[in-house]
């Protein structure tokens, strides 16, 4: 019996590519959007930028808004 988990492990070449919904392109950057953090909001006490991290589209510059997994 195995009832373990599903584990992270994954096998990448069993996975398939995330594909572009505008040009079906497979090829992705990083890209920063920056959220401005109100000073009575923030930790500090001062205002702060929160980075957020999309991915964007090499090809055609659609940017997805799938935020991407945090480790
Ligand atoms: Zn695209």
Do not use: D, W
């Amino acid at each position: 019996m195995n009832n373990h988990p599903k584990q992270a492990h994954v096998n990448l070449n069993e996975l398939k590519n995330f594909q572009c919904p505008k040009c079906k392109g497979e090829e992705f950057t990083t890209v920063y959007y920056l959220k401005e953090v109100p000073a009575v909001l923030s930790r500090t006490g001062m205002k702060e930028l929160l980075p957020v991290e999309f991915f964007k589209c090499m090809k055609c510059g659609f940017v997805t808004p799938i935020v991407k997994a945090r480790r």
